[in-house]
């Protein structure tokens, strides 16, 4: 089997790709030995996706993919974006996601989008694959599932939360699930065993 690297941290990303993944053995950074933080100093999602992958790729020499993401809110120009994961000023959803309620708090307009951008480097070459969900802000928090902004992430075309919605519903629609699918068609047309 193929063995690809995942260059994340976050459990709650790693759960998702994880289940939607069955072909390729995904090693993890414990896996691979890699303890440090990964930085992401950048302003866009592409550039942070492909520092991530490179500074994993140059410790491991592996194949590996990063996803970059975060939740971009039309209101706020498109805040937090990038710094989705400490916009709080902490790497703390709870907090993150008050942060964000209160600023939107004075603003109708509550359409948001989820995007993510995957870098790929596989074989020596770099590739990346985007997805985008498409959604709204729920003014109050709903259901404990999924992680991050989920509780108030509501998709389009449905009532309910990501963080109320079943997980394979969540898979199936989400700018992840999105770049995820992507990838895997990319690496069963361009791998060889
Ligand atoms: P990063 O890609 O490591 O910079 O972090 C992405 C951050 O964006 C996460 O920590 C969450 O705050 C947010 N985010 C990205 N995707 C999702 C998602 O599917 N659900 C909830 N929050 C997300």
Excluded at 70 to 78: E, F, P, Q, S, T
Excluded at 97 to 116: R, T
Excluded at 135 to 156: E, L, M, S, V
Aim: with cysteine; proline share 4%; net charge negative.
């Amino acid at each position: 089997m193929k063995q690809l690297v995942i260059a994340s941290n976050n459990p709650g990303k790693i759960r998702e790709i994880r289940a939607m993944i069955d072909t390729i053995a995904l090693l993890s950074l414990k896996d691979i030995g890699f303890t440090q933080e990964i930085e992401e100093p950048f302003q866009t999602f592409e550039e942070n996706a492909l520092a991530k992958a490179s500074a994993i790729y140059s410790f491991c020499k592996k194949n590996v993919f990063a996803d970059d993401s975060g939740i971009c809110v039309n209101a706020l120009n498109g805040d937090p974006g990038v710094i989705s994961a400490h916009y709080s000023g902490e790497r703390d959803d709870e907090r993150n996601l008050q942060k964000l309620l209160g600023e939107l708090e004075p603003f109708e307009d509550i359409s948001a989008y989820y995007k993510a951008v995957i870098c790929l480097i596989w074989n020596d070459a770099t590739y990346f694959f985007e997805g985008i969900c498409e959604g709204k802000i729920a003014r109050t928090p709903q259901g404990t599932k999924g992680f991050g902004y989920d509780p108030i992430f509501i998709p389009d075309g449905y009532e309910q939360t990501f963080g109320e919605l079943p997980e394979d519903i969540k898979n199936s629609i989400s700018h992840r699930g999105k770049a995820v699918r992507k990838m895997i068609t990319f690496l069963k047309e361009n791998s060889n065993e």
